[in-house]
T-cell receptor, first 111, second 114 residues
């Protein structure tokens, strides 16, 4: 059973496009949620936390649906620099703070 | 901006040897983690560490692995009797607190077992 599932893509979109990524998680006890981005052979970097009420950071909007155990990320006005792999991350807090990563969704923004 | 630092950036080791990967977490962070990422695969949790002891570990983190905070700044991952399948990128991360806090990752150590 996969704790976190994402569509691996790849998504190839033109500059300026809007693109949305989805993610589902299996454990209803999951406590916190994040989107990270990872460039090729680099470390994951925090993009944004995901709050129950939904949240926005510039061109990026994250949504959480606890009932459906579903997280989304919307990127508006895509830039070339948005090309990366986007990782859905779920925290199932037990005794520590174990992060479960999705396999990532690959995005390429085309000029 | 404070960051997690890891050394070395690349470690090449003969199978069966022991390796120690080093990390300096962000100074005011209390929780420390190790993850690994085999090439082309997802990031996998290994272990979390708080108050000088392991707070959680995954099935991957067996007796071959150990962690230590030998002083006030370093956090190390030791892998004994390395195997070919230990070849991966190993990421250290830290967070201020545990619940609902994002983790900040170092830029990783690429471990190659020959």
């Amino acid at each position: 059973r996969k704790e976190v599932e994402q569509d691996p893509g790849p998504f190839n979109v033109p500059e300026g496009a809007t693109v949305a990524f989805n993610c589902t998680y299996s454990n209803s006890a999951s406590q916190s949620f994040f989107w990270y981005r990872q460039d090729c052979r680099k470390e994951p970097k925090l993009l944004m936390s995901v709050y129950s009420s939904g949240n926005e950071d510039g061109r990026f909007t994250a949504q959480l649906n606890r009932a459906s155990q579903y997280i989304s990320l919307l990127i508006r006005d895509s830039k070339l620099s948005d090309s990366a792999t986007y990782l859905c991350v779920v925290n199932l807090f037990l005794t520590g703070n174990q992060f479960y990563f999705g396999t990532g969704t690959s995005l390429t923004v085309i000029p | 901006e404070p960051e997690v630092t890891q050394t070395p950036s690349h470690q090449v080791t003969q199978m069966g040897q022991e390796v120690i990967l080093r990390c300096v977490p962000i100074s005011n962070h209390l929780y420390f983690y190790w993850y690994r990422q085999i090439l082309g695969q997802k990031v996998e949790f290994l272990v979390s560490f708080y108050n000088n002891e392991i707070s959680e570990k995954s099935e991957i983190f067996d007796d071959q692995f150990s962690v230590e905070r030998p002083d006030g700044s370093n956090f190390t991952l030791k892998i004994r009797s390395t195997k070919l399948e230990d070849s991966a990128m190993y990421f250290c991360a830290s967070s201020e607190q545990s619940i609902n806090q994002p983790q900040h990752f170092g830029d990783g150590t690429r471990l190659s077992i020959l």
